[in-house]
Nanobody, 123 residues
Framework: QVQLVESGGGLVQAGGSLRLSCAAS????????MGWFRQAPGKEREFVAA????????TYADSVKGRFTISRDNAKNMVDLQMNSMKPDDTAVYYC????????????????WGQGTQVTVSS
């Protein structure tokens, strides 16, 4: 079906930047809404950002708005998350996800998930 592989995670100091990438393969026509979610230790998975197929609709969690930017390149089957002005609270495992529906920000509606990549922000 669809395979998603995240990359770009790592350790960064507070105030720094990190760029995550998600490569999609398989039946990429099923990757309509693309999203990023994250899960911190002891916390539930939370929505971070989403982008529609054409890139015309974007939305962000309030906690990251103004700091993170989601983008996609359908020709390359790639989705990126540029993270700037990072905070220790951004520390989490970040997951790339794809939904067949044209627009959603609800985790349960995403059909495919990557394996996750660890992001750690030191204070």
């Amino acid at each position: 079906q669809v395979q998603l592989v995240e990359s770009g995670g790592g350790l960064v100091q507070a105030g720094g930047s990190l760029r995550l990438s998600c490569a999609a393969s398989g039946r990429t026509f099923s990757t309509n809404t693309m999203g990023w979610f994250r899960q911190a230790p002891g916390k539930e998975r939370e929505f971070v950002a989403a982008i529609s197929r054409s890139g015309g609709i974007l939305t962000y969690a309030d906690s990251v708005k103004g700091r993170f930017t989601i983008s996609r390149d359908n020709a390359k089957n790639m989705v990126d998350l540029q993270m700037n002005s990072m905070k220790p609270d951004d520390t989490a495992v970040y997951y790339c996800a794809a939904a067949s529906t044209s627009w959603t920000t609800t985790a349960s509606q995403f059909n495919y998930w990557g394996q996750g990549t660890q992001v750690t922000v030191s204070s």
